[in-house]
Nanobody, 125 residues
Framework: QVQLVESGGGLVQAGGSLRLSCAAS????????MGWFRQAPGKEREFVAA????????DYADSVKGRFTIFRDNAKNSVDLQMNSLKPEDTAVYYC??????????????????WGQGTQVTVSS
């Protein structure tokens, strides 16, 4: 089982950047696909970005394509989300999530059995 801890959230002005990090415990991280999701107040948790266990494949929500980039470092058991050109509508709690072993890139929340506690991102206009 993997445990996930997010960091890097905060308050930023529109047009600014933030980099979120997710630290994973356990020995299986390098064989697990990873994802970032977010949940705004009163809304469902939604997919943001995902990366395969090898890092070769990625996928992004249309709303963040060209602005967000997902990275992973299997040697450090970490996955980051670089967020540029932030907009007020990006305001949400951001969650890191892990798939079971060898799972392909997925945009589906139910495919991720392991979740972090979340980190707040607030973008002011």
């Amino acid at each position: 089982q993997v445990q996930l801890v997010e960091s890097g959230g905060g308050l930023v002005q529109a047009g600014g950047s933030l980099r979120l990090s997710c630290a994973a415990s356990g020995r299986t991280f390098s064989r697990q696909g990873m994802g970032w999701f977010r949940q705004a107040p009163g809304k469902e948790r939604e997919f943001v970005a995902a990366i395969s266990w090898s890092g070769a494949d990625t996928d992004y929500a249309d709303s963040v394509k060209g602005r967000f980039t997902i990275f992973r470092d299997n040697a450090k058991n970490s996955v980051d989300l670089q967020m540029n050109s932030l907009k007020p509508e990006d305001t949400a709690v951001y969650y890191c999530a892990a798939r079971d072993l060898w799972g392909p890139v997925s945009t589906v929340r139910a495919d991720y059995p392991y979740w972090g506690q979340g980190t707040q991102v607030t973008v002011s206009s």
